[in-house]
């Protein structure tokens, strides 16, 4: 699939299914964004509060464009695009907020061939994490993790990603694999909507304050496996945001 850089809206389903050290699940429903970040979208004026797209909220938060923080990680990889294009997924900020637990950004060549794909991972402390992906045929890629996330897991192990390009639908899934077996599972799946000022407006009263629902929602259920008895891992000391390492 070549990129598409119209951009898009996904109403969106996320769940979380941890198997270890006890089950338990949640699931919550919010919408994204598949935009290129050199051509993010212009709305009208009275629309932008719904939708902003800030380079301070990718990688290191300090480079001019979100392009340019992707362009300079990847550089710190030995990896060129050598101005191909890229496709993002991810949340943007809504009434000044926004939290992004991933972001995928699916890089090609001039010739539009898929060259990789990075997976940009937040937690709920402040930090962030990119993970270089190098997908298979079927869209599926593995990486060591590397990032304290959730409280409840150390930073060990590795994840299996499936990362296939956005169409129609979206279909995606990270597992948490460790020694005793696979631990977590993350899927996000949605249905494509052609973006205009009637779907996004319908998205964002269905689901408003869209990101700061998720984030929320991940701290309520980590109060409530606390109070289950899950032991909290330590934190690593805290991270600054993701430079090319």
Known sequence: MTANTE??????????????????ALRHRTYMWLVD?????RLPLPL?????????????????????GLDDFLA?????????RVVMLTHARVLGYVFNPLT????????????????????????????????????????????????FFPVDGGYRMRVPQPGPRLDLAVHLDRES???FTATVR????????????????????????????????GIRLYLRGLPVQPRPGHRTPEKAT
């Not at 951009?7 to 338990?24: E, F, K, M, Q």
């Not at 800030?54 to 480079?63: E, K, N, S």
């Not at 949605?190 to 929320?216: D, N």
Request: hydrophobic letters at 30%; a positive charge; charged letters at 20%.
């Open 37 to 41: 970040p050199d051509h993010p979208p």
């Open 181 to 183: 077996g696979r631990a």
């Open 190 to 221: 949605g249905t494509r909507r052609a973006l205009s000022t009637a779907s996004l407006l319908r998205l964002a009263l269905r689901h408003p304050w869209s990101t700061l629902a998720v984030s929320a929602a991940i701290r309520v259920h």
């Open 76 to 84: 710190g990889h030995g990896v060129h695009l050598d101005g191909g």
């Open 104 to 151: 995928l950004y699916w890089c090609h060549g001039p010739d539009g061939e898929p060259r990789c794909v990075v997976a940009e991972v937040h937690n709920t402390y402040g930090g962030r994490h990119c993970y270089l992906l190098r997908p298979d045929a079927s869209g599926t890629a593995r990486a060591d993790k590397k990032f304290y996330v959730s409280p």
């Open 7 to 24: 951009p898009a809206l996904y109403a969106c389903t996320i769940s979380h299914v941890r198997t270890a050290p006890r089950r338990y």
């Open 48 to 68: 932008r509060l719904l939708a902003r797209f800030d380079p301070r909220d990718h990688f290191t938060g300090d480079r001019p464009s979100i392009r340019t």
